[in-house]
């Protein structure tokens, strides 16, 4: 089976970690405080201390990943995430085994922000012909959230 990273693996990603676990993947999530790794753990993930909003300390968390999940649709507090970072993140995917990415396209946040995602998303896809999926499933509805995660992380991967 495959590695996926889901970048942001806070509730709804441990959620999402179980599933793919279930599935047979190894599963590795991000968070930005280490107090998080017991609860990465539990839901059969390996915690990485790394923060998406400095794309360098993410770059060790792709060794032997095949998806990238992009799950940054309720950070509130940095705009960047669905800018500048996420196209640095692209950026560097070329040079990795990455072979899929899931963009969280949708939340709570200005729709200006998800609009802004997708344009950079694509423009990297279609740059660096790594495949994209874009999650438009509110995460506010957590059932239908992991669905759409899980089934974008299974497309991507061709099952």
């Not at 309720?74 to 950026?91: I, Q, S, Y």
Request: glycine share 12%; hydrophobic share 45%; aromatic share 6%.
């Amino acid at each position: 089976m495959a590695r996926v990273l889901i970048i942001g693996c806070g509730c709804r990603g441990r959620g999402l970690a179980r599933e793919l676990r279930g599935d047979g993947h190894a599963v590795r999530g991000t968070t930005r405080d280490a107090r998080r790794f017991p609860a990465i753990r539990a839901a059969g993930a390996e915690p990485y201390l790394g923060d998406p909003d400095r794309i360098a300390t993410l770059m060790e968390a792709l060794t032997g990943v095949s998806i990238v999940c992009w799950m940054m649709g309720t950070a509130r507090d940095a705009p960047e995430l669905h800018d500048g970072r996420l196209r640095m993140l692209w950026e560097k995917l070329v040079d990795t085994p990455v072979r899929g990415v899931v963009y969280e396209g949708a939340g709570p946040l200005a729709a200006d922000r998800y609009a802004r995602g997708r344009e950079v998303a694509a423009a990297a896809h279609e740059t660096w012909r790594i495949p994209l999926r874009v999650l438009d499933a509110d995460p506010a509805d957590h059932v239908a959230w992991r669905k759409g995660a899980r089934l974008a992380v299974s497309s991507l991967l061709g099952s």
